[in-house]
């Protein structure tokens, strides 16, 4: 092998590399060829003692006792590296702590390792095999594992084509949903304007009408003005006139009528017209009547849920919007201390100082308000007397309208009640007090919003089979639940408690 001083004294000191094609210049110093080739060209010196050469480069001779020491050295190294990668080919395979070769793999901590970790402490208890066995083991599982791996990415692949049409169809309807909203926005715009164009018009007629009568009435003031000034200055004309005969001929000549009847006021018969323009109610009122209107045309409208109740403890008003709750101790109280009367309908009922809105019907007794203040839903008698306080009494019922497709809206009027559930069945929102939950045959979810509705909206969708709550008073979101296990159809579900107020089903 070539020593690192005859490696040094056989390389290139422009490349810094064994010579190639080594030629000697007339100074004594060798380099390689093409290296002194391209320095010459440039230069005419010698690179490492600057003496000048007129030589030719075409004219070089190969220094072939360096070349042949230098072929030598080149094979000398590249044994010496080949002999090096073997000792690491080799050293590989030894342990590195006790240099002994690696026979057995550690099933326990998943390496090589020779006789000697096998017996030491760092091993203890652990699981062996032999190299062959091992890799024949482990080959077998890594084939089997290969197997599992192509399934899975296939698997993934599909999930992933899968989320891509997701991605596609939510662009795709969220495209439609965008065309929808702008088309009824653009109808509720085409109502609007016209409804605009029209009070507009109504206006500038009442406008148009009010200023031709006051526009007459002007003309015959300004009339009635010129004349009067013009009589003004005859007037005075004439009481300038100081001869008796002169005056009682001026006076008289082109005029028959008596002072009296020439000087009667004549501002008295020409009152101001005063035409007070008014739209009604547009005009302070415009919005709301606006709403009332585009409510008429508005599609779809809010669901007319009709109630119907199997429970003694609850009664539906005729019209089957508002339902009332009471327990079995308020009816026999009631009945043995109060006079109750027959709905139209034919059924007694009796309750505690309701609400009563615009079509629906409750049978009252003369004493139905006494009921309700002193009774006071299982708190009081009818003397005055405390009694304890009983377990809350709830009852359900559910509407007569049944859902099976698409997406449906109703509203409850809630007031001050303190215990209702409302939504589908199974799926609810539930007031307690002030506590709010969302209940399902799954799970119970507690939640937290500001302020205390008074009119809870529903939104059902039954394709997607999500119900969601709203504070129907400013339509804010409180929240949705979904279940693929909602059963279909659905009807309103409420439950309610026994208490004076009423529960009302809103229709617009």
Not at 227 to 240: C, D, F
Not at 351 to 357: E, K, L, R, S
């Amino acid at each position: 092998m070539a020593s690192v001083f005859y490696l040094e004294e056989l390389s290139c000191c422009i490349c810094l590399t064994i010579f190639t094609d080594p030629v000697t210049l007339h100074c004594g110093h060798s380099f390689c060829r093409t290296c002194i080739i391209d320095v010459l060209n440039t230069r005419p010196q010698c690179p490492q003692c600057q003496t000048e050469t007129l030589v030719l480069t075409e004219s070089l001779q190969t220094n072939h006792v360096l070349k042949s020491l230098a072929e030598k050295a080149k094979e000398a190294e590249k044994m010496e590296k080949e002999h090096r990668s073997e000792r690491a080919e080799v050293a590989e395979w030894l342990c590195p702590e006790h240099d002994e070769k690696l026979k057995l793999f550690c099933v326990t901590d998943q390496q090589l390792t020779c006789i000697i970790c096998r017996d030491g402490e760092r091993h203890e208890g652990h699981k062996f095999k032999p190299v062959k066995e091992a890799a024949a083991s482990l080959r077998q599982e890594m084939e089997n594992g290969i197997e599992k791996l192509s399934s899975n990415i296939h698997a993934i692949e599909s999930q992933a084509n899968s989320q891509r049409e997701e991605i596609t169809k939510t662009k795709k309807k969220s495209h439609q949903l965008m065309t929808q909203i702008c088309s009824q926005f653009e109808e509720m715009h085409q109502l609007l304007r016209k409804r605009e164009d029209e009070i507009k018009k109504e206006l500038k007629h009442k406008e148009e009408d009010a200023v031709e009568k006051m526009s007459k009435r002007l003309n015959a003031i300004e009339t009635a003005l010129s004349e009067s000034r013009e009589l003004e200055g005859k007037v005075t004309l004439v009481l300038n006139i100081t001869d008796p005969e002169r005056f009682l001929k001026s006076w008289t000549e082109g005029n028959s009528r008596t002072p009296e009847d020439l000087f009667r006021p004549r501002a008295d018969d020409l009152e101001v017209v005063n035409t007070s323009l008014s739209l009604g109610p547009y005009e302070s009122h415009l919005q709301f009547f606006m709403w009332k209107e585009m409510l008429q045309v508005i599609q779809p409208r809010e669901e007319k849920l009709s109630l119907k109740s199997n429970s003694a403890n609850i009664t539906v008003s005729d019209y089957g919007r508002s339902l009332l709750c009471t327990t079995n101790q308020q009816t026999n109280q009631a009945q043995s201390g109060f006079s109750f009367q027959r709905s139209s309908f034919g059924s007694a009922r009796v309750f505690g100082q309701p609400t009563v809105h615009s079509g629906d019907t409750f049978g009252f007794g003369p004493q139905a308000g006494s009921f309700g203040a002193s009774a006071g839903f299982g708190n009081y008698t009818s003397s005055g007397q405390h009694l304890k306080k009983s377990p809350l009494s709830t009852d359900h019922v559910f509407s007569v309208n049944e859902f099976i497709s698409g997406q449906h809206y109703w509203e409850v009027e809630v007031g001050q009640r303190i215990y209702w559930e409302l939504g589908v069945k199974d799926y609810f929102l539930k007031c307690d007090g002030q506590k709010y939950t969302t209940c399902s045959p799954l799970n119970t979810t507690e939640l937290t919003f500001g302020g205390r509705p008074r009119k809870i909206g529903i939104y059902l969708n039954c394709p997607s089979k999500k119900v969601s709550f709203y504070d129907a008073d400013n339509m804010s979101h409180i929240h949705t639940m979904s279940s693929d296990l909602m059963p279909m159809p659905v009807s309103a579900y409420f439950k309610v408690a026994a208490d004076r107020n009423r529960l009302t089903v809103c229709w617009y």
